[in-house]
């Protein structure tokens, strides 16, 4: 078993839509990343949190630490959300270990 | 602005071939990274340095090799590419950190096929 599980996988929405992503852990963690990336490969950082919740925009991000488990919610998604979103925690004092990632696709 | 590039976004190889990657970084962190990113697998750690000359095997080193000569610059090398290492590879970089927080850096990634 992975130690970062996302789900879903793949999720598909129409413009305008509620997106909930969600990840789960297996390790104590101090802190979560959530990351996205667009098309071409290029790595971005959203979200590093370790309590509670994160509001960048449209995106809020949060965590229960007890439960191991942190959600990515995008509102009233447009195309341009469309991308993989990653779910990443720290593994050691430097390192990271990534959930398998979700793809999202927001049509027009 | 912080950046980490690659030496290139898409590579072909023959199997057998020797391969080099390479990354550099502009923003003088003491920690790199080499993933590779393949579908349903997400990341996965092949090596990390923390300093240079010094190296740690990631979860996937086998096949691969690594070299810092130079604080900014981070190379992998496949000494006899294989066709199983046809992936995308991204390299990422950080600040040594002893705080919560330890945001990776990525570079724009390289796609090599494996022929």
Known sequence: KNEVEQSPQNLTAQEGEFITINCSYSVGISALHWLQ????GGIVSLFMLSSGKKKHGRLIATINIQ???????????????SAVYICAVRK??????FGQGTRLTINP | DVKVTQSSRYLVKRTGEKVFLECVQDMDHENMFWYRQDPGLGL??????????????GDI????????EKKERFSLILESASTNQTSMYLCASSPWTTGAYNEQFFGPGTRLTVL
């Open chain 1, 92 to 97: 050691g004092a430097q390192k990271l270990v």
């Open chain 1, 37 to 40: 990336q667009h098309p071409g």
């Open chain 1, 67 to 81: 439960e191991k488990h942190s959600s990515l919610h995008i509102t009233a998604s447009h195309p341009r959300d």
């Open chain 2, 61 to 68: 080193p086998e096949g691969y090799s690594v070299s810092r």
């Open chain 2, 44 to 57: 996965r750690l092949i090596y990390f340095s923390y300093d240079v000359k010094m190296k740690e095997k």
